[in-house]
């Protein structure tokens, strides 16, 4: 994720780089006095940010919200799933500080879900993990950020009162810092690990954070290997369901109207959390949940319903790659659980990965921002400019 977030930033300083050597090439002659020939008179500081240039800005933004994590089509950055795009709405308050500098207070609303079932190729060697993994999620995200705008364009062309920004294009890039509030939750499976009709309600979305799905909140465990060795794990605490992200992005924004600006803006939220989806580690050994039948059966759905009898049939008809072998074990509880090889049977085995805990989640937002400028107290837009 690291070294993701550097190639994204890296890339986004060489854009704003060329962009505003393009922007100040384009502009030209026609905005700027050439120092060797200063204006005279009273208006000789044509061109000094005062404070009465600065102005507040309000707006609302409509995006498309998309996510990437452990339930996509692809272990790549890029991977997400068209289909399970959301929308998500915000309002924001903004500042412009200097000609090119802004920063924004804002509040957005949006919700991200993705399923195993519909995003992995059960035919494909490394998609059918995720197939019979059969995992879920829903979740809603409630964000507060401040960011930060540069504008990708000469700041002697932005250097004026707000009714008379530029009516072309104006690029920018934004970054800043976001926290947010999220409780991923899943439809409740439709039996007990082992069969057996559930004490609960099926298909009842539920709250994943507070059950600990992969142990979390269980202490530890001593788990004995084959060849006779012992292993403790310590399963950690529960993670919190207010994190932090980080925004980056770009766009481009136009002026519709003397006091009103519309932009088009794509930005990533790196997230210092591997849990929007609810998962992240190993599978662990379903005895830690003791009673909790419910925990258990969110752990592990590779078998639930009738799914051994599909995924049978499809290993037949040569849709699977292979069909992973049936696993039987004694759990720390002294229970007998029946799995498939690699999906509990000891944690410390590569195939027993639930997730990939070595990269955070992300989710993106792309959409229009709408902005209607508040005047200076005091400033008038001059009749000409209306």
Not at 223 to 244: A, F, P, T, W
Not at 345 to 363: K, L, T
């Amino acid at each position: 994720m690291k070294k993701i977030l550097f190639t994204f930033l890296f890339t986004l300083l060489g854009v704003a780089f060329l962009a505003t050597e393009k922007a100040q090439a384009q502009v030209g002659n026609k905005y700027y006095y050439k120092k060797t020939t200063p204006r005279k008179g009273p208006h000789n500081h044509q061109w000094v940010w005062t404070k009465r240039r600065q102005y507040v800005s309000v707006g609302l933004n409509v995006n498309a919200m998309n996510y990437f994590g452990d339930i996509v089509p692809k272990p790549s950055f890029w991977s997400t799933d068209l289909r399970f795009t959301r929308p998500n709405i915000g309002i924001f308050v903004e500042k412009k500080f200097r000609p090119q500098f802004s920063a924004r207070l804002g509040l957005n609303w949006g919700r991200l879900l993705s399923y195993d079932e519909d995003t992995a190729d059960p035919a494909d060697s490394h998609d059918f993990y995720r197939y019979i993994r059969n995992a879920h999620f829903r979740n809603d995200i409630f964000e507060l950020n401040t960011t930060f705008r540069w504008d990708l364009m000469s700041s002697e062309r932005l250097n004026k009162e707000f009714y008379q920004r530029p009516k072309q294009f104006v690029p920018y890039v934004m970054g800043g810092l976001a926290v947010f509030y999220h409780a991923p939750k899943a439809q409740a499976p439709t039996t007990k690990i082992g069969g057996g009709d559930p004490d609960w309600g099926a298909d009842a979305w539920t709250d994943l954070q507070s059950l600990g799905t992969e142990g979390q909140g269980r202490g530890s465990y001593t788990k004995y290997l084959s060849n006779g060795d012992s292993v403790v794990r310590d399963l950690g605490e529960k993670y919190s369901k207010v994190q932090i992200a980080i925004p980056l992005g770009f766009g481009i924004r136009k002026k519709l109207s003397n006091r009103i600006d519309i932009a088009f803006e794509f930005s990533y939220r790196f997230l210092l959390t591997d849990y929007l989806d609810d998962i992240s580690g190993n599978y662990v050994d379903l005895g830690v949940f003791e009673d909790d039948e419910l925990a258990k059966a969110f752990h592990d759905r590779s078998l639930e319903g009738d799914r051994a009898e599909t995924l049978a049939e499809m290993a037949s008809n040569g849709e699977l790659y292979r069909l992973l072998n049936s696993y039987t074990y004694t759990g720390v509880d002294g229970k007998v659980y029946n799995t498939f090889d690699g999906f509990g049977s000891d944690p410390y085995i590569d195939p027993s990965i639930r997730g990939n805990q070595n990269d955070n989640d992300v989710y993106m937002l792309t959409g229009f921002h709408l902005t209607y400028i508040i005047p200076p107290h005091g400033v008038r837009c001059p009749v000409r400019f209306k």
